[in-house]
Nanobody, 123 residues
Framework: QVQLVESGGGLVQAGGSLRLSCAAS?????????VGWFRQAPGKGREFVAV????????AYADSVKGRFTISRDNDKNMISLQMNSLKPEDTAIYYC???????????????WGRGTQVTVSS
């Protein structure tokens, strides 16, 4: 079992920054090398945001966030972060942390999900 708990969401003006965190726990988390962030805006489907492997040597980002968002992880603390800069109103969504055994940008590939944290960017 793996538990993921997101935090750090909130309301921010366009151009501002937020840092999301995801606390991972559970006896089998060490088997899930890939951690990713996804988001879902009102009335829209789930969208891939970023993914990172265990060592941090490999990352991937959605084109819509590339250059603005940065994913990172601290394996000693089982924490995964998403630094979001230059936020835009279209970044407004619920952001989810997820864990998978292999790298993928498809949400269906991820086995464990957090409950999400709301990010709202005002114009």
């Amino acid at each position: 079992q793996v538990q993921l708990v997101e935090s750090g969401g909130g309301l921010v003006q366009a151009g501002g920054s937020l840092r999301l965190s995801c606390a991972a726990s559970g006896p089998t988390f060490r088997f899930y090398a890939m951690v990713g962030w996804f988001r879902q805006a009102p009335g829209k489907g789930r969208e891939f945001v970023a993914v990172m492997n265990y060592s941090g040597s490999s990352t991937a980002y959605a084109d819509s966030v590339k250059g603005r968002f940065t994913i990172s992880r601290d394996n000693d603390k089982n924490m995964i972060s998403l630094q979001m800069n230059s936020l835009k109103p279209e970044d407004t969504a619920i952001y989810y942390c997820a864990a998978a055994r292999d790298s993928s940008t498809s949400g269906s590939h991820y086995e464990y999900w957090g409950r999400g944290t709301q990010v709202t960017v005002s114009s």
